[in-house]
């Protein structure tokens, strides 16, 4: 019984590992072979400017995500997603970055009116 418990364990494991990778955080392969999730980054209203290479997440941690809503120029190096309530979780809005260059992102809040701008450098 106790090596059915391990083996579980060990599958559940493999399983959540997996699952973590499928859902586009992104996952690389480490020098041993195991995998490792990496997760987005994370900007405010103070870091309005940061280095993020192609394939990974910027996420903008703002008060009422719902309520803001994104532009980008140029648009076709990232790929914008809003943020608010999905299945009763809520989601801060964000922006996968797609090729390498330069972009400004614009934040407005339709209830206050605020706008914040952010400019991204895109790396290989």
């Keep these: 019984m106790r090596g059915s418990t391990s083996l579980q364990l060990l599958l559940l494991s493999a399983a959540l590992v997996g699952g973590a990778a499928a859902c586009g955080g992104g996952a690389s392969e480490s020098p041993s072979g195991s995998t490792q999730v990496i997760g987005p980054v994370i900007l405010d209203a103070t870091q309005t400017s940061a280095t993020i290479p192609v394939g990974r997440i910027a996420v903008f941690n703002v008060e009422d995500p ?4 994104l ?8 790929a914008l997603t809003a943020g608010g309530e999905q299945e009763g979780a809520t989601f801060n809005p964000g922006a996968e970055m797609l090729a390498p260059g330069t972009v400004e992102i614009t934040l407005t809040n339709a209830t206050t009116g ?4 952010f400019q991204l450098t895109i790396t290989e």
């Design 66 to 69: 719902g309520a803001w809503a």
């Design 114 to 117: 605020e706008t914040l701008t």
């Design 71 to 78: 532009t980008a120029e140029p648009t076709d190096l990232v």
